[in-house]
Nanobody, 125 residues
């Protein structure tokens, strides 16, 4: 079982950047495709980005495409999310998780499990 810890969130002005990290305190991330999701107050948790376990293929929500970059360092057992040109609507708690089921697509929240505790990102206008 994988245990994850997200970090790197904070308060930033619109147009700024943050880099989120997701480190495994238990388990090996290299065996999994990994995803980032976010949840704003009063809203459902939504897909942000994913990366495959083998060739490093990446997938993004339309709302973040061109601004966010997902990457992984298997040697460090860590997943990253570089967020540039941040907007107030990016404000949310950001979560990482491994894709452990293959019933849907990379965008399907139900395919992911063993969520971290999340890290808060707040973008001020």
């Amino acid at each position: 079982q994988v245990q994850l810890v997200e970090s790197g969130g904070g308060l930033v002005q619109a147009g700024g950047s943050l880099r989120l990290s997701c480190a495994a305190s238990r388990g090996t991330l290299s065996s999994y495709a990994m995803g980032w999701f976010r949840q704003a107050p009063g809203k459902e948790r939504e897909f942000v980005a994913a990366i495959s376990w083998s060739r490093g293929s990446t997938y993004y929500a339309d709302s973040v495409k061109g601004r966010f970059t997902i990457s992984r360092d298997n040697a460090k057992n860590t997943l990253y999310l570089q967020m540039n040109s941040l907007k107030p609507e990016d404000t949310a708690v950001y979560y990482c998780a491994p894709r452990v089921y293959y019933s849907g697509t990379y965008y399907s929240r139900s395919d992911y499990n063993y969520w971290g505790q999340g890290t808060q990102v707040t973008v001020s206008s």
